[in-house]
């Protein structure tokens, strides 16, 4: 034994001497509990003055720009370039550096909202591995020699064959202007538009249905009855934000008359939020579709006209599966009484369903309601074939020259193998992406583009809605807009900024000067984000009997999909398509339905998993049927809700050249994409699903392993039809005074900050947790970690299922700290690091905090996270996008949510610099001010006028846990759900 043991005193010495303090080992003395606040206070004043930072010299402003404040963020409105949605948004700066995106409330479609996706992408601008100059055959290559060598090989490439811009489908107005420009410069020049998911399938049945290419925009919110045949709108869908603040108005507003009816093969977003849920394969959409069109014209829900007689001759014999049957009857059933106040959507790429959907909204008298042809959707652009034939002429020789811009076909296209030895016959390829992706490594010249937050440019996702990118930062590497590349390349000044400002001159200006000059025009554009001009008029088109008829004969004469297993490939929340394989905060994101992170895999049924013989983790290889793609290995997830004979994958992993943190997560699923004369689809059959015996067992980095609320009351619901609602409020208040309270009286403060989450409005969407991640400086810790239940998250998204496995109720309930007033992790904390404020909210002092985890093992809400190791990124700039108003924490500490305490004090100091009290709404916190939902809602408890008081006291409300007597200062309105006719 250590001869240090045999001590009877153990000395602490404060720094420099200043105090000795001895304490008894006995056990009789004052114990561990003494040991711990006396080794608390010595580490809070070692870290004062015993870890002294290295000397820097700090040179201020010679003449400090009158603009800038050091330490006060400014906001700027801008786009997200998350994906071709264009939501608006607004970028904090703080001392030059972006550090925040938040949705900008000045846009008519997001509405203030952002999605999880678009709220990390600001990680994507401080990427270490982005591709920072120009490179020539993989070598470091000066501008002026590569603008050279481009500009002999695009003049030989005239007369050699076509020269094609190839792009992904959110250009903007001025860019396509651009494009079009260029390539007319050229014989043979083309624009081809790519989208890594199918998405051209909607506009070809609208195109077949009326004779005009139509691609409508949808109002849910006029909606009283949404049927949804596999469209994850609330997910990843065109426009996820735009559609879920539409869809939480319509759950919301009166109350019990909103149905929503989703039809699909595996768990969606959008299915777990619906009313109604049937569970059929992929192959069955187009079937259950087309009966019930025909069920609302033998119902006489459609008036007798040409087209019912069109739609009966068509459908005369056509019988599909019960289940489809059934299916079909319960949604004409729904669709009967609202006429005009429905809506059907679909994204799948089977253009006969787009077509039906497309006659079953015009006979129900939706266009011109719900569907808005006046203002068509232009983001979702990008034909399959167009694709096809490109890479077709490819291989014949016959493309001389290939720009490739936002997009990445060598990893996104099915047939990615082709696509590549089409792309070595090109003799002249260029890259613009902003890293060495799969692409850019083939390619010839790579001229990386600058991030969409270095840049200039615009965006029209719907027609009539015009926003505009600006420059937040500096370019941080050597590189170039791609405007300004394809300026160079033809000989005009590059300078892309002047060629926006004439684009908006000449196009937006005219329609809406009202008086200004330009430059005041431009200038409240900017400060704004967003104008709106009016719509070009639409030519009205009548649909076409006949049209339909044939689509439903064609759908009838498929043949039975028989009793193999289908493939269903669906784009997840956080990665998308890929694009963003690098970005340790996306990955790390939770995935709604199934909680894993870093990873794919394939979701199978219960059902299934056991008529296999295998369990979760287990690895199983899907052999694409039709001699087509090849077979990709997954681990297994059992995942409740899923069809039997239907396996779903997410795309977007298997990445092999995105950066570091991508390579090894997941598995390639887009060769299982089939690929047909009409363009991709995202279900397949499959020819055999091999189970992998002599594999290990795979470990998913889950962040939540029990599915089930094993019948507490977490989440409440109630009967869509009770208007009148259950006293939530009245009940539990009263029940409180019958209890007893070892906290004493509740402690007076300035303010008590509370919060009300309206689960009737949330949809479980998670933009909340990444918002909180990019706003408090949360690090992402990787899947080992995570597999160990060490995440950081402050706030998390529970997801518990009830009732049958097979088709069960799903139900979220954010989760984050309940700032309790009476706080168990307070009572048993022996350093004091957690104590409450004047403001009411439970904080945590990291100088104090020893690492004891007594809070952690205390709070029954379990929200307080322990920092296992250093997680903070080391690399420089990476750091640059922290937030510096937020403590960069070290190892051994507690965390959990502060309400963004750094926001309240923001508030408190503009307040009392103008002499004023806050105002009820003026605090907004990072998760509130994110949610595309408006879920949740923030303010002053004690002020009774406060929103957040009032919704508190409404009869839906309740706190989570409240037995236990903790008052937690976070209510929720409890979910209102229809419960009859469930599937």
């Given at each position: ?82 994906c ?5 948004a ?19 479609l997001?509405r ?23 490179a ?6 000066p ?27 959110g ?28 998405a ?28 949804s ?64 069109l ?47 106040q ?93 890293v ?35 420059p ?60 709106s ?70 979701l ?33 997830i ?15 992993y ?83 005074e019958?209890?007893a ?5 509740p ?36 899947p ?28 979220f ?22 104590m ?24 029954p ?45 923001e ?77």
């Amino acid at each position: 034994m250590d001869a240090r043991d045999n001590r009877t005193e153990t000395e602490v010495a404060s720094p420099k001497g200043l105090a000795t303090i001895a304490v008894e080992a006995s056990p009789d003395a004052h114990g561990r509990r003494t040991f711990l606040k006396i080794l608390g206070l010595s580490v809070a004043a070692g870290a004062l003055s015993g870890c002294k930072p290295p000397r820097q010299k700090i040179l201020p402003y010679v003449q400090q720009p009158p603009e800038t404040t050091p330490g006060v963020g400014k906001w700027y409105a801008t786009t997200c370039h998350g994906c071709s949605a264009a939501c608006g948004a607004l970028v904090k700066v703080m001392d030059g550096k972006p550090i925040k995106l938040e949705g900008n409330p000045e846009h008519p479609l997001s509405r203030g909202g952002l999605c999880a996706y678009g709220q990390g992408t600001i990680v994507g601008l401080y990427d270490p591995y982005r591709q920072r100059e120009p490179a020539a055959r993989g070598k470091t290559t000066p501008w002026t020699a590569m603008d050279a060598e481009i500009t002999a090989a695009l003049d030989g490439a005239r007369t050699k064959g076509e020269v094609v811009v190839l792009t992904g489908p959110g250009l903007g107005p001025t860019t396509q202007a651009l494009v079009n420009e260029f390539i007319k410069g050229f014989p043979h020049g083309r624009h081809v538009v790519y989208s890594p998911t199918p998405a051209s399938a909607v506009a070809a049945g609208y195109t077949r249905a009326y004779g005009a290419p139509i691609q409508p925009s949808l109002h849910l919110d006029r909606a009283r009855v949404i049927v949804s045949f596999g469209a994850d709108f609330l997910g990843a869908g065109v426009s996820p934000v735009e559609y879920t603040k539409q869809y939480a108005d319509a759950r919301s507003d009166e109350i019990g008359t909103f149905h929503h009816i989703q039809v699909e093969a595996g768990m969606t977003l959008a299915g777990a939020n619906a009313d109604t849920r049937f569970v059929l394969r992929p192959s069955d959409y187009a079937a259950c579709a087309a009966a019930t069109l025909r069920k609302l014209t033998e119902t006489g829900t459609i008036p007798a006209s040409a087209f019912t007689t069109a739609i009966r001759n068509a459908s005369a014999g056509a019988n599909a599966a019960p289940e489809v049957e059934k299916a079909a009857d319960a949604i004409a059933a729904a669709l009967a009484g609202h006429r005009g106040q429905s809506l059907v959507l679909s994204d799948s790429a089977d253009v006969e369903l787009q077509t039906v959907i497309a006659a079953m909204n015009d006979a129900l008298g939706n266009v011109g309601k719900t569907i808005d042809v006046a203002r068509p959707i232009l983001q979702a652009h990008g034909d399959d074939r167009d694709m096809a034939a490109l890479i077709s002429r490819m291989e014949q020789g016959k493309v001389a020259a290939l720009i490739i811009h936002d997009c990445n076909p060598a990893h996104t296209w099915p047939r990615a193998e082709a696509f590549k030895k089409a792309l070595a016959r090109v003799g002249c390829s260029i890259s613009t992406a902003i890293v060495p992706d799969e692409t850019a490594r083939l390619v010839q010249w790579h001229c990386p583009t600058h991030h969409p937050m270095e840049r200039w440019g615009d965006a029209e996702p719907v027609e009539g809605v015009h926003s505009l990118y600006q420059p937040t930062i500096r370019p941080l590497y050597r590189t170039r807009a791609f405007e300004d590349s394809l300026l160079q390349w033809s000989a005009r000044p590059a300078d892309f900024h002047a060629y926006l400002q004439n684009s908006w001159r000449t196009r937006l200006y005219p329609k809406l000067a009202n008086g200004r000059t330009f430059d005041a025009f431009w200038d409240e554009a900017l400060m704004k984000g967003v104008v709106s001009a009016p719509a070009a008029s639409q030519p009205t088109a009548a649909l076409r009997p006949a049209a339909v008829a044939a689509s439903l004969r064609e759908i009838a004469s498929r043949p039975a999909a028989g009793d193999g297993y289908q493939v269903a490939l669906f784009a997840s929340v956080g990665m998308r398509d890929g694009a963003a394989a690098n970005n340790p905060w996306l990955q790390e994101l939770p995935d709604p339905v199934t909680k894993i992170t870093w990873d794919n895999g394939a979701l199978m049924a219960p059902k299934t998993a056991a008529a296999l013989g295998i369990n979760e983790g287990q690895w199983v290889a899907l052999v694409p049927g039709n001699g087509q793609g090849s077979a990709v290995e997954l681990p297994v997830i059992v995942q409740p809700g899923q069809h039997p004979q239907t396996i779903s994958v997410a795309l977007g992993y298997g990445r092999t050249a995105a950066g570091p943190l991508a390579k090894g997560h997941g598995a390639d699923a887009y060769p299982l994409m089939s690929l047909t004369q009409n363009g991709r689809g995202s279900h397949a059959p499959l020819k055999e699903v091999k189970v992998l015996r002599d594999r290990p067992v795979h470990v998913f980095a889950r962040t939540q392993p029990h599915d089930s609320a094993e019948e507490r009351d977490l989440v409440r619901e109630e009967d869509a039809h009770d208007h009148a609602g259950h006293e939530h409020g009245e009940h539990d208040a009263a029940a409180e005074e019958k209890r007893a309270n070892l906290w004493g009286p509740p402690r007076k403060s300035e303010r008590q900050w509370g919060m009300t989450i309206d689960l009737n409005r949330c949809i479980g969407c998670s933009a909340c947790v990444t918002s909180c991640d990019i706003e408090n400086n949360i690090p992402a810790v990787g899947p080992e970690e995570v597999a160990r239940s060490r995440e950081m998250h402050w706030m998390r998204l529970d997801r518990y299922y009830a009732g049958d496995r097979d088709n069960p109720e799903v139900e979220f309930q954010p989760m984050l700290c309940q700032h309790c007033a009476n706080a168990s992790c307070e009572s048993v904390c022996p350093v004091l690091a957690t104590m409450h404020d004047d403001q009411g909210l439970n904080v945590q002092v990291y100088n104090r905090c020893v690492g004891t985890r007594y809070c952690a093992n205390n709070c029954p809400y379990k929200v307080r996270r322990f920092n296992w190791f250093d997680n903070q990124t080391k690399l420089a700039v990476r750091r640059i996008g922290l937030n510096p108003n937020v403590t960069v924490r070290s190892r051994g500490v507690m965390e959990k949510c502060s309400f963004c305490l750094q926001r309240i004090e923001e508030v408190r100091i503009r307040s009392r610099n103008e002499g004023r009290d806050i105002r009820d709404g003026e605090m907004v916190t990072a998760c509130q001010q994110s949610c595309p939902a408006d879920a949740i809602i923030f303010g002053d408890r004690q002020d009774p006028r406060s929103r957040v008081a009032q919704s508190a006291a409404d009869k839906r409300a309740y706190r989570v846990l409240e037995e236990i007597n903790r008052q937690p200062a976070i209510s929720y309105l409890a979910r209102k759900r229809r419960t009859e006719g469930k599937a």
